[in-house]
């Protein structure tokens, strides 16, 4: 007999009351009590019962929603955002409200303790979703990605995270960090959980017959620095998926260096659009990284953005020439493990390299290009700290990218072995 919702949610409650992780910070008891209830008397809707955390950018009738901005601190949510009321619609039950950098600026969430490796960053924006699920306190939770916001903490924290087709979610009630790149996401611990919350957020995707025999590319050329103990990781996933017949071949990408400038020109400028009007005093309250950033998007002139936008266009073509050779792209989610707490940068080879522009390399520039993109864990041999890879596929093919993602474990854990 399944489990009742109400007990399950009861059962979720507990165990965020007694969690060590910083996921939540702002839980709702009597509100999923009460929605649990109702799920019990009415279990038909897609999401019977499924507990849901949500970021706290994403505006959670009645939680405490700052999107972790000093500013925004007291501030109660009126209204459920668009996701949100669609989630519940479905029969979804919402806990509470999960930690994030503030304003999504950032990608540790230093409040948060990783549940797997508390020694090692949970990742962020979206670290207290990520860590939510990987403790087991919901069955899955939503994030917003501006430049791996989602796929960075569900790297870090051993579980999948996806980032749909641009667009293909609304933002309605979402405190954005930049307009042309925030996505809403979706983070649990299998591909199942993942695909039946997407499906709901994204009625207008309909699902496609994969090919029986995808081509997968995988930029080789494009992953110098990256830690070889990913690497090899990577390589015995390539060979994998050439043992099950798939064809499997190298390709060459923008240079991520390149492609990094871009994204992070750009994104500091809307940014700085964004809080043109913050008051002085609430500035000078914002974490210093978050700040200094804003002073550079300020910098960037309209010549500079158009530069960078022209660019960008010859990311979104080089991007489009590579899927008419290959149905998805397969590379690491990170270039390097989750860092260490504390930790300001990295080693990329034997190069010095900031934590956010380390762990941003690999999953910005799908950020740019708006594709459907899957974060998901690879059991090491040996165990300790998870890798993590990421399937990319071709813009609104995502219910495709997931189901092909699934195909390869009758279990839905993909490449986990």
């Not at 009351?17 to 009590?33: K, M, N, R, Y």
């Not at 941003?360 to 041999?381: M, S, V, Y």
Request: with cysteine; proline share 8%; net charge neutral.
């Amino acid at each position: 007999m399944p489990i009742r919702a109400l007990q399950k949610t009861k059962a979720h409650l507990d165990a965020i009351a007694q969690s060590p992780s910083g996921a939540f910070t702002d839980v709702l008891p009597a509100q999923a009590i009460a929605a649990a209830g109702v799920c019990d008397a009415n279990p038909a809707r897609p999401l019977h019962g499924l507990t849901l955390a949500i970021k706290d950018n994403i505006d959670t009738e009645g939680a405490l929603c700052s999107a972790g901005l000093p500013f925004l601190q007291n501030r109660r949510a009126a209204r459920d955002g668009a996701v949100v009321s669609a989630l519940r619609g479905a029969g979804a039950v919402i806990l509470g409200v999960t930690a994030t950098d503030a304003g999504g600026f950032g990608v540790t969430t230093p409040v948060v303790v990783n549940p797997a490796f508390p020694e090692r960053i949970a990742g962020g924006s979206s670290g207290g979703s990520a860590a939510a699920v990987a403790a087991g306190l919901c069955d899955a939770a939503l994030g917003t990605d501006t430049g791996g916001s989602v796929r960075i903490p569900a790297a870090c924290c051993g579980v999948y995270g996806f980032k749909p087709t641009y667009g293909t979610i609304p933002m309605a009630g979402i405190r954005p960090l930049t307009h042309s790149f925030d996505h809403i996401g979706v983070l649990a611990r299998s591909v199942e959980e993942l695909r039946s919350v997407v499906t709901v957020l994204t009625p207008s995707l309909r699902a496609g017959t994969p090919a029986q025999k995808p081509r997968i590319a995988i930029p080789w050329s494009n992953l110098e620095g990256t830690d070889p103990q990913i690497l090899a990781c990577l390589n015995r996933l390539q060979d994998t998926l050439r043992a099950r017949g798939y064809a499997v071949f190298d390709i060459t990408l923008p240079a991520f260096d390149d492609i990094l400038a871009v994204h992070i020109g750009l994104s500091l400028a809307e940014a700085a659009t964004i809080y043109a009007d913050l008051p002085a005093k609430d500035r000078l309250a914002l974490p210093d990284a978050m700040r200094q950033g804003l002073i550079l998007g300020d910098a960037i002139h309209d010549a500079e953005k158009a530069a960078l936008n022209a660019q960008r266009g010859d990311i979104l073509a080089a991007l489009d020439h590579a899927f008419a050779a290959a149905d998805y792209l397969l590379l690491p989610t990170l270039p390097v493990l989750p860092p260490p707490v504390g930790a300001t940068a990295v080693l990329m080879g034997a190069k010095p390299t900031a934590v956010l522009s380390a762990l941003i390399r690999f999953t910005a520039p799908f950020n740019q290009t708006g594709h459907p993109a899957l974060a998901f864990p690879w059991a090491c041999p040996n165990g300790g700290v998870p890798r993590s890879m990421q399937l990319v596929g071709r813009r609104y093919a995502d219910l495709q990218l997931l189901d092909f993602a699934a195909s390869l474990s009758p279990a839905g854990t993909a490449f986990t072995k």
